[in-house]
């Protein structure tokens, strides 16, 4: 969407391996999000920063890691701890704009193989 | 955080059938979000409610919050193939994020 950007948009990985998905905002907001989404799961949080050099674990933090060392950047790495982390991974931003909805990312298509 | 419960969890209609979607919480809510996400995209915020019994209409779409900020529904009028989507209610929990329902896939059948 606008302003916030996920790459890459397919992602494939191999057991056992760590990888690092993107999400970059231009929009100057202190709030990022990571959800990940399952069929049927709806969305769940993973991690969030409310600030620069500050995250807080998620209702599902186990195997996944992030940084912010920059505010317009916020990357998830997802490591060879998680069980089973083929899903969609969804970026956002907090809007005051858009009547402090989310604003999300086109997200990040995450297959192990 | 608060739960909130979605119902139905799947909804097939024939196009130009009405269509609800249902959120409900246990506890009292501060606020409500809709969001809409259409097959293979990411959800997109519709509209925020945050008082008590308050409807707000955005074209054929009908937004209500119960009175006493435990429930929530969104109707569609006469749903079109362009309303093929998930219907995800939410609502900011304690620690600053939003916690979300498990959605309602809407099928419209033309």
């Known amino acids: 969407d606008g302003g916030i950007t996920q790459s890459p948009k397919y992602l494939f990985r191999k057991e056992g391996q760590n990888v690092t998905l993107s999400c970059e905002q231009n929009?100057?907001?202190?709030?990022m999000y990571w959800y990940r989404q399952d069929p049927g799961q709806g969305l769940r949080l993973i991690y969030y920063s409310q600030i620069v050099n500050d995250f807080q674990k998620g209702d599902i933090a186990e195997g996944y890691s992030v940084s912010r060392e920059k505010k317009e950047s916020f990357p998830l790495t997802v490591t060879s701890a998680q069980k089973n982390p083929t899903a969609f991974y969804l970026c956002a931003i907090r809007d005051r704009v858009a009547g402090y909805g989310y604003t999300f990312g086109s997200g990040t298509r995450l297959t192990v193989v | 955080g608060q739960q909130v419960m979605q119902i139905p969890q799947y909804q097939h209609v024939q196009e130009g059938e009405d269509f609800t979607t249902y959120c409900n919480s246990s506890t009292t809510l501060s606020n409500i979000q809709w969001y809409k996400q259409r097959p293979g995209g990411h959800p997109v915020f519709l509209i925020q409610?945050?008082?008590?019994?308050e409807v707000k209409k955005q074209k054929r779409l009908t937004f209500q919050f119960g009175e006493a900020k435990k429930n929530s529904s969104l109707h569609i009028t006469a749903t079109q193939t362009t309303d093929v989507g998930t219907y995800f209610c939410?609502?900011?929990?304690?620690?600053?994020?939003?916690?979300f329902g498990k959605g309602t896939k809407l099928s419209v059948k033309p």
């Open positions: 939410s609502h900011w929990g304690s620690q600053g994020n939003l916690i």
């Open positions: 929009l100057n907001h202190d709030a």
């Open positions: 409610l945050v008082k008590s019994g």
